[in-house]
């Protein structure tokens, strides 16, 4: 790596004093940053195989890589059930750009939760939009409830919404009952949670990887999480990111949250989001199609070089 370079284990402290485990590379003063957040159940080095994919980006100082454990996830602390909110999710990802992402533009990515902690940040602080904040990568994830997620508005879209928000609030409270076995260790959990995470036939690593991510995760830190994701709205912040260079990616045969949705989500964005629909990918696009993202990860940085 270049002179300046600055590689390894970080760690950031949250206002809230939760110390977050933090990884980065490349220049300390490169001019652009992509941070890197990953879903809900799993950590960063899910993200192994497009980091790998996004690396070589960070020899000759022009960009600087940042990813970390979400509060409750991987190394990550943990505060509580009080704290499991999409809304401090955006202020986690608030510390970690100030402390990690270097002086320069920054741009956002993140994997299902991850991008609703992406859209919770920028819909708190918007003025990080164009002078900080130069473009935002949205993958498998939703502005809106993820129970209504691709349907159309409506009694039915409310209902459905009313009747997750339910089940959250129930199995957050049966959460003390299943510390002794976890739900996905198991082979019927191990079978639903690979039906949706999972299409066709990955590659059985990549399912140990990801799966095994899940099961590490404390039953308390799932169920203190449902309710708020239940409740998730932040379709109000997409008009601010109107015209800002964006990417929309999702897995054409996602079980967990439908490609209308990604459809909807670029819609809403507008003009300057592109649209890419992974043939056979389900809802961990970024690991099972790390060629496919990080392409168009490169592409996107590249549409950021080139605005003044």
């Not at 899910?46 to 020899?59: A, I």
């Not at 002086?103 to 918007?126: D, F, N, T």
């Not at 309710?227 to 008009?239: K, S, T």
């Amino acid at each position: 790596m270049a002179a300046g370079t600055v590689s390894g284990a970080r760690r950031v402290t949250t206002d809230d004093g939760v110390t977050l485990r933090a990884e980065v590379a490349g220049a300390d003063d490169a001019p652009l940053a992509l941070v890197l957040v990953h879903g809900y159940g799993a950590r960063a080095a899910v993200l192994d195989p497009l980091w790998r994919e996004l690396l070589p980006g960070t020899r000759h100082g022009g960009l600087r890589l940042v990813r970390y454990d979400q509060r409750g996830h991987g190394g990550s602390g943990w505060a509580g059930g009080r704290s499991a909110t999409v809304d401090r999710l955006g202020r986690d990802l608030g510390a970690v750009l100030d402390a990690l992402a270097g002086p320069g533009r920054v741009v956002l990515a993140g994997h299902s939760m991850g991008g609703m902690a992406v859209l919770a940040l920028l819909g708190r602080r918007p003025a990080l939009v164009g002078p900080r904040v130069a473009g935002v990568a949205l993958l498998s994830t939703a502005a809106g409830p993820v129970a209504a997620a691709g349907r159309p508005p409506g009694r039915r879209s409310r209902l459905r919404r009313r009747v997750a928000e339910g089940g959250a609030r129930l199995l957050r409270r049966a959460a003390p009952l299943a510390r002794l076995v976890h739900p996905f260790a198991r082979g019927p959990g191990r079978r639903w949670l690979r039906s949706r995470l999972f299409a066709g036939n990955p590659a059985e690593r990549t399912v140990r990887a990801v799966t095994g991510a899940w099961r590490a995760t404390p039953v308390a830190v799932l169920a203190a999480y449902l309710p708020g994701l239940a409740r998730y709205d932040r379709r109000r912040a997409l008009a601010g990111l109107r015209g800002l260079p964006a990417l929309v990616v999702a897995g054409a045969e996602d079980a967990t949250l439908p490609a209308r949705a990604a459809v909807r989500l670029a819609r809403r964005l507008g003009p300057a989001a592109r649209l890419v629909l992974v043939p056979g990918a389900g809802h961990v696009v970024p690991v099972t199609h790390p060629a496919e993202v990080g392409a168009e990860l490169r592409a996107l940085l590249d549409r950021v070089r080139e605005r003044p």
